[in-house]
């Protein structure tokens, strides 16, 4: 439904699914059943992007907090979807221009990525090189993405690369205002 556009269903959906797996898996200490593990994790971080979408940062910021308790709770330690999530927190705090709660969530996205999601490190360097960008840090932020995009062009990850080009030319035009600005 939110591919639709259609995000009050998709909200309705989720938070349906959210409810029908909690219920599930609070049921019993018998071994959890992996898929309702699985199915309640993509419920709490669908709900979480439907609601970012819907322009709802703080019932963006709710959800992500309960996806991560809830993967702390269910996953081990170095799970692989934790630094997502924590990533994905640090975007919800981004756009509530929380630029500290930002990047201390994307510092800890970073670590763990680095330990247990190797592939999604160069992702969240991009988001950390974003929140310093929309925080007003241009040079920090264009050291970080010329280092990412260097790092993907490597590795051959592509779709990171395109996300960083699309970046930097964000950040092209904020230090051309910048400039402007200092020149009036």
């Known amino acids: 439904y939110a ?3 259609d995000y009050k269903l998709a909200e309705m959906s989720f938070l349906h699914c959210v409810g029908v797996t909690t219920l599930e898996l609070s049921k019993s200490d ?15 971080e669908g709900l979480g992007k439907v609601y970012l979408s819907m322009n709802l940062p703080e019932n ?3 959800m992500y907090k309960h996806a991560l308790q809830f993967a702390e709770g269910i ?11 924590l990533n994905d927190l640090a975007t919800v705090y981004e756009a509530l221009n929380e ?3 930002a990047l ?21 360097m991009c988001n950390k090189a974003t929140i310093l960008l929309f925080s007003g840090d241009l ?4 050291s970080l993405y010329e280092q990412v ?6 590795i051959q990850d592509y779709e990171t690369a395109r996300e960083v080009k699309a970046n930097m030319k964000i950040l092209e035009e904020k230090e051309r205002l910048q400039k402007e600005h200092l020149n009036e």
């Open 3 to 5: 591919i639709l556009g």
């Open 30 to 44: 018998a071994p959890k059943n992996p898929k309702v593990v699985t199915l309640a994790g993509l419920a709490y």
């Open 60 to 62: 963006a910021l709710n």
């Open 75 to 85: 996953f081990e330690p170095n799970d692989p979807q934790i630094p997502v999530l």
């Open 99 to 101: 630029y500290d709660m």
């Open 104 to 124: 201390e969530q994307v510092e800890k996205a970073i670590e763990k990525a680095k330990i247990a999601n190797q592939s999604a490190v160069p992702s969240i």
């Open 139 to 142: 040079q920090s932020a264009r």
């Open 149 to 154: 995009l260097q790092t993907c062009v490597r």
